[in-house]
Structure formats: C-alpha cells, structure tokens
C-alpha cells in the first residue's frame, strides 16, 4: 500500500475482493446504483461520510491510512520546537495524547532503514519518532 500518494478506491476495491462482498450487497448497503459503486472505487478521494459507510461495510477502518500519512508526512510544527504544544481550553476538537503507529508504518519505516534510504539518525529527525521507540522497534522487528 502506498502511503504517501493515496488512491483510496484502489484500497477499497482490494479489501472488497479480498472480503468477497458481491456488488448486490454494496449497492443494497449504500441505497445507490451499481455505476456509483463503480465510480467510488476508481475514485482517488471519497467524501468522508461515504468512506465511513465502507469502513462499516468492510469492518476496516480507513481513516486509519490518513492518520498514517499525518503521523508521516505532516510538515514539523514550529510549536513542538518553541515548547510544549499549547491547547487552546476553548477548543471542542479532541485532543490525542499519543500517536498510534500501526504495523503498516512500522514495517515502512524499518525498509528505509534495511534498504538503506534513510539512517536511523534521519528518521528520527524527519518523522519526530522517538529515538527509544525506534530502537525497539529495530530490535523487536529484526
């Protein structure tokens, strides 16, 4: 899976093969016609209340793989290096307190560094992973 460059219908439509969901079900689950399942699943980007559907009727939480691209590709705070990030008490947005790498990341991040793309130094520097936490990971995963 390419977690960089997204096409979401191309994940869909593998889980959906894998998962042997037949189009009758789909199109009864999402109330539509056939050319609009067809259409989803060859569309690069989904409006989120549909994704949400699919992660229902897949059992599969999609979302996921955008959260995986956050935790990787976010540009560097300027917060995170002027302190502790501050939260605004005013805010109605869920605060996280800990990122969640999943074995997906894992797995990406460790074959930079066995096929030598990127050290360990970098990845700790550039994704803002935890120099503890990667070397556990070398050691767990290795």
């Excluded at 897949?58 to 979302?63: A, I, K, M, Q, T």
């Amino acid at each position: 899976m390419e977690i960089k460059n997204i096409h979401i219908g191309n994940i869909i439509k593998e889980l959906w093969k894998e998962r042997e969901v037949t189009l009758e079900r789909a199109c009864n689950f999402f109330q539509c016609e056939e050319e609009e399942i067809t259409a989803m699943l060859n569309s690069k980007s989904i409006e989120a209340d549909r994704l949400l559907k699919w992660c229902k009727l897949l059992e599969y939480d999609f979302f996921r793989i955008y959260s995986q691209h956050l935790i990787l590709f976010s540009p560097k705070s300027i917060r995170k290096y002027k302190g502790k990030r501050k939260t605004s008490k005013s805010s109605k947005a869920p605060v996280f307190k800990k990122n969640v790498y999943t074995k997906e990341i894992i797995d990406y991040l460790l074959g930079l560094i066995r096929e030598e793309k990127k050290t360990p130094q970098q990845i700790i520097e550039e994704y803002r992973i935890p120099k503890t936490t990667l070397y556990r990971w070398i050691q767990k995963y290795n």
